[in-house]
T-cell receptor, first 114, second 115 residues
Framework: AQSVSQHNHHVILSEAASLELGCNYSYGGTVNLFWYVQYPGQHLQLLLKYFSGDPLVKGIKGFEAEFIKSKFSFNLRKPSVQWSDTAEYFC????????????WGAGTKLIIKP | EAGVVQSPRYKIIEKKQPVAFWCNPI?????LYWYRQNLGQGPELLIR????????DSQLPKDRFSAERLKGVDSTLKIQPAELGDSAVYLCASTSDLAGVGELFFGEGSRLTVL
């Protein structure tokens, strides 16, 4: 079965620190990749996505992610985090063999100290 | 534009009791999903509807779970009887053909606690 692995369950950073959240997936074929975010008390929402083309994709609020096919990775980055980035971040993969069903990682809870 | 609406937000019941969750998707969204999210895990698909047809219910525990989407709009997810292990957040999401593959719009979820 396909799987998505997020390396860190909890990350604590100070404001202005740089962020990188890891995401690895197991499927070897063509995939669509996503990062979703859930702010405290809010619903899950799409942060950014990769379908094809430039492996460096930019999302909302200054986030970006890089698709590295050889490493089966899609890490999320932000150069300088803010207190408002405190949230839970989920990586998800969607591939044709599963009828485009999203396979989700377990999530990373990010806490930004003011 | 109104988002996906779910109710109730919170529900506490004793084991063996029934419970139902309701979802109103975004207007015009033909695809509706029910997910279950256990603590510390990502969402797991329970059922997917295309309009009123359940096109993927392979992961729905059919002995106790049921779902319906009458008229292809609102949907209800029912558990009867509930077990301790059913404690989780039940998420509803919707999307349309106009959105990209994998782009889902989620409700705030219904948190179930079974005592």
């Amino acid at each position: 079965a396909q799987s998505v692995s997020q390396h860190n369950h909890h990350v604590i950073l100070s404001e202005a620190a740089s962020l990188e959240l890891g995401c690895n997936y197991s499927y070897g074929g063509t995939v669509n990749l996503f990062w979703y975010v859930q702010y405290p008390g809010q619903h899950l929402q799409l942060l950014l996505k990769y379908f094809s083309g430039d492996p460096l994709v930019k999302g909302i609020k200054g986030f970006e992610a890089e698709f590295i096919k050889s490493k089966f990775s899609f890490n999320l980055r932000k150069p300088s985090v803010q207190w408002s980035d405190t949230a839970e971040y989920f990586c998800a993969v969607c591939e044709p063999d599963s009828n485009y069903q999203l396979i989700w990682g377990a999530g990373t809870k990010l806490i930004i100290k003011p | 534009e109104a988002g996906v609406v779910q109710s109730p937000r919170y529900k506490i019941i004793e084991k063996k009791q029934p419970v139902a969750f309701w979802c109103n998707p975004i207007s015009g969204h033909n695809t509706l999903y029910w997910y279950r999210q256990n603590l510390g895990q990502g969402p797991e698909l329970l059922i997917r509807y295309e309009n009123e047809e359940a096109v993927d219910d392979s992961q729905l525990p059919k002995d106790r779970f049921s779902a319906e989407r009458l008229k292809g709009v609102d949907s209800t997810l029912k558990i009867q009887p509930a077990e301790l292990g059913d404690s989780a957040v039940y998420l509803c999401a919707s999307t349309s053909d106009l959105a990209g593959v994998g782009e889902l719009f989620f409700g705030e979820g219904s948190r179930l606690t079974v005592l």
